[in-house]
């Protein structure tokens, strides 16, 4: 049993033995009951008002103050009552009428509410814990080196919660592609650069949910909704994705990129999440595209642009995600996701009481179709990326030159610029092996691109060893005779002879040479 | 990588398999060590080998040093691309090419 009992303006030595009596009396004969004091009308309480609120806890233990203003909160807190019993404060009303939407995701939506700051307001009523949550996930992504923002405060808007946001001048990625279709490929590449760089970061192990569980709960839903043998292999292929726990942002689309001044910030925290890359590529597919492949109002809607852009979107993200415009790798990607996409937006439809209403379930016995088509084919959800990072030693040699051989082999690389690759690729990778991270060890991550017009292949080699530019080194004098000449330097001499083009930077901690060839 | 010899008095050919890289390299300038006490014609035979790197280059010119000082030194059968990083390096200026 719950007793509620209000306390009001004032409470001193003039009030308080009243107030006290009236208290027990409302407790009287109810000894196991929890009691919660709702502070919301309370302005002030001094010491005679505090020895109340001791004797009442020593009779009823399970007490809360609820609707505390922050002036009693202060000195509640500084008498150390909020560390003998729960002490909730009182939450800023904030109204959101009139304020523009300016993010949207799985649960909650995004408000400005003022020149710098926005809310989050979110659909569960009871979101206190969510908050909690996305708060916790979103300080632990800024401090893996996300740029992300943080709730500073909550609020109540309506009967919903809210988390308040500093964001200064930001304009969503999905504004920008609207109006300003000219920064279409900057959009573009800024997207995939934030996208590879939650990809890129290790997660410590528990932190964060496993993405792979979740797909395999999706699938578990479309039992009965699938023929057996489809569904057994859908759950086959999710089962067989190995444990990753690289992270996932898992709501990944342009309404929760934001621009910041000059600063690109992802937002929208609360599905943070561990896991293969394929999985977050199957919710991106569904932002873009899946979700509007019936109805194409619905991204119009959503994201302020039409299907053919969001479509366009896609595929030039995933293209550079991929580091190739291979029609036949990014389709084959593409069907992946699209599985992954599929089972998720059938779930969804369904749990919504999707087969009561028309449009759904047009929707439905599409994706379904698709999904049933793309299980005859897809043998494995597993894809590589342009991406490997290894431990920077001279035994990695062998793996690193295996993965750039098999992209050049995958687009067509001629024989002989493969072999140039290769020579130079040993260059810098034994480079860094040899002297980024002396004495200690490191890691070097090595990126393939393709790109045309012209034709043409980079490879990146990134480390956060010592600052450290091979390009700078003096030339070897290659027209001296064997006597004379010197071994240093003649690795890098070669890399530049046989490469269209050498780059060195020094850029957010890291080394990062680019090697260029013409194809 | 595999390494391949044959003596013949004061001659020795020695013929590489593979890739001479980094991690091949060591293995060959290690064999070279003793291999080339006494000899007065080394020859190279390239014709199997895939692959070199500077690692390699680094080996062939200290068994060029080696030599110039105890006889003479060739190498064969170098196939096309290979030729081309001798050429780039200035290798092909160095070394005898057959």
Redesign the interface.
């Known amino acids: 049993m719950t007793v509620k009992i209000p306390l009001y303006g004032r409470i001193d030595s003039n009030n308080a033995a009243e107030l006290e009596r009236s208290i027990f009396s409302q407790l009287e004969g109810k000894h196991a009951a929890s009691v919660i004091l709702d502070a919301e009308q309370l302005r002030y309480i001094s010491s005679a008002g505090l020895r109340v609120l001791l004797r009442v806890k020593k009779t009823h233990p399970d007490l809360t103050i609820t609707g505390v203003s922050s002036d009693v909160y202060e000195i509640l807190d500084m008498t150390g009552f909020t560390e003998m019993m729960n002490v909730e404060k009182a939450y800023r009303v904030v109204s959101i009428e009139g304020c523009e939407e300016i993010g949207r995701g799985a649960n909650g939506t995004i408000y400005r509410i003022d020149k710098d700051n926005v809310v989050k307001v979110y659909k569960n009523a009871d979101a206190l814990a969510d908050i909690q949550h996305e708060r916790e996930v979103a300080k632990l992504a800024l401090i893996l080196g996300i740029p992300t923002a943080i709730s500073y405060d909550v609020v109540k808007v309506g009967n919903s919660y809210g988390s308040v946001f500093e964001l200064l001048n930001a304009r969503s990625f999905s504004k920008i592609l609207k109006s300003d279709p000219a920064k279409f490929d900057w959009c573009v590449s800024e997207f995939v650069q934030m996208l590879k760089r939650i990809h890129r970061t290790l997660v410590p192990k528990g932190k964060l949910p496993d993405m792979k569980e979740k797909a395999l709960d999706w699938a578990m839903f479309l039992k009965g909704h699938l023929p057996e043998q489809a569904w057994n292999k859908l759950y086959a292929l999710i089962d067989a994705v190995p444990t990753d726990d690289h992270m996932i942002h898992g709501d990944y689309h342009t309404k929760n990129l934001e621009l910041q001044n000059d600063e690109v910030l992802i937002i929208d925290m609360d599905t943070l999440s561990v896991g293969h890359p394929i999985f977050e590529l199957g919710s991106i597919y569904n932002s873009f595209v899946g979700f509007s492949e019936v109805d194409h109002e619905v991204i119009l809607r959503f994201q302020g642009f039409d299907f053919e852009t969001g479509k366009r979107f896609w595929r030039h993200s995933l293209a550079a995600y991929l580091g190739t415009n291979n029609e036949l790798k990014l389709r084959e990607v593409e069907d992946k996701a699209r599985i992954i996409g599929y089972v998720r937006l059938i779930r969804r439809a369904i749990r919504r009481n999707g087969l009561e209403n028309e449009m759904d379930r047009r929707e439905i016995e599409h994706w379904t179709a698709e999904l049933l088509t793309l299980l005859d084919t897809v043998d494995s959800l597993l894809f590589s990326g342009n991406e490997i990072e290894v431990e920077a030693i001279?035994?990695n040699?062998?793996k690193v030159q295996a993965f750039i051989a098999r992209h050049l082999a995958e687009n067509g690389c001629p024989?002989?610029a493969r072999?140039?690759i290769?020579?130079a690729a040993?260059?810098i990778f034994?480079n860094i092996a040899h002297y980024a991270y002396t004495p200690l060890s490191g890691s070097a991550t090595v990126r393939v691109e393709f790109f045309e017009n012209p034709m043409s292949v980079s490879i990146t080699f990134m480390d956060h060893g010592i600052p450290y530019d091979p390009l700078a080194h003096r030339e070897p004098d290659?027209?001296?005779?064997?006597?004379e000449?010197e071994?240093g330097g003649?690795?890098i001499?070669?890399t530049k002879?046989?490469m269209d083009d050498v780059a060195y930077e020094y850029r957010n901690g890291q080394n990062i040479l680019t090697l260029k060839k013409n194809l | 990588m595999t390494i391949h010899q044959e003596k013949n008095g004061n001659a020795l050919t020695v013929a590489l398999e593979g890739r001479l890289?980094?991690?091949t390299a060591p293995e060959l300038e290690e064999t070279l060590k003793e291999a080339l006490t006494g000899v007065e014609a080394l020859t190279f035979d390239f014709e199997k080998l895939d692959?070199?790197?500077?690692?390699g280059?680094?080996v062939l010119?200290a068994a060029?040093?080696t030599m110039?000082r105890q006889g003479t030194m060739k190498v064969t059968h170098v196939n096309?691309?290979i030729s081309?990083?001798f050429d780039?390096?200035?290798f092909s200026?160095?070394?005898t090419i057959e």
């Open positions: 001279d035994e040699l062998p024989m002989k072999m140039q290769e020579v040993e260059e034994v290659v027209a001296l005779s064997a006597a000449r071994i003649l690795g001499f070669m002879k046989i | 890289d980094t991690m692959y070199i790197s500077s690692a280059l680094r010119l060029q040093k110039n096309e691309i081309e990083i780039v390096t200035g200026d160095i070394l």
